[in-house]
């Protein structure tokens, strides 16, 4: 049986031609409770930073993530994976985790893997397969407030700058491209009259 054979059914009702876009919390707030703050995003980021096309400087990258970040933190899907890192290192501090102790969520044992699927799956989310290749990255070098971070938040935190990242360094290309099509279009278009 394939997928597409499955009936769909409507188990959620009517929704609202609108969504509600109003909310109590954002996720910058409730990181900065956690203390991370947009500037310990930044500077983790910039310690992997390689100049790249279309983002030459660290002042334009620095710019350039900033955009990403609150683009992505933008999508109420990906602050509730941040927002569950933080709820899990929560309960990890205070030895309330399900069956693991408080000694092993302290000294990030190999076997807890939750943390880097989540970290993972945060990149993947924000920047497909080149987020994830950044949070490799993220995850091996842990610069910046990364070190500093417990077993969950340095990967979720991780996953984020990686995904963000990843963007950045696209968004710096694409602006190149488009920048230069524009210039060509003020030329005529690119095309030689003979």
Do not use: W
């Amino acid at each position: 049986m394939k997928l597409s054979d499955v009936e769909s059914r409507n188990t959620k009702g009517e929704q609202p031609e609108e969504a509600d876009t109003g909310y109590t919390y954002d996720i910058m707030d409730i990181l900065k409770e956690e203390g991370i703050t947009e500037e310990a995003l930044v500077e983790a980021s910039m310690g992997l930073y390689t100049p790249h096309p279309g983002i030459e400087t660290r002042e334009k990258a620095e710019a350039l993530f900033i955009r990403e970040l609150r683009l992505a933190i933008s999508d109420p899907n990906l602050c509730m994976l941040i927002y569950s890192g933080i709820l899990l290192e929560r309960e990890g501090r205070n030895g309330t985790l399900p069956n693991i102790s408080r000694d092993s969520y302290e000294r990030d044992l190999t076997f807890l893997i939750a943390d880097e699927v989540l970290g993972m799956s945060i990149s993947k989310y924000i920047s497909g397969d080149k987020g994830m290749f950044e949070f490799v990255r993220f995850d091996k070098q842990k610069p910046g407030i990364l070190v500093e971070l417990g077993p969950f938040m340095d990967d979720v935190i991780g996953g984020l700058i990686g995904g963000v990242s990843a963007n950045m360094y696209t968004r710096g290309m694409a602006e190149i491209d488009n920048s230069k099509k524009e210039d060509d279009e003020k030329l005529g278009g690119g095309v030689i009259a003979g």
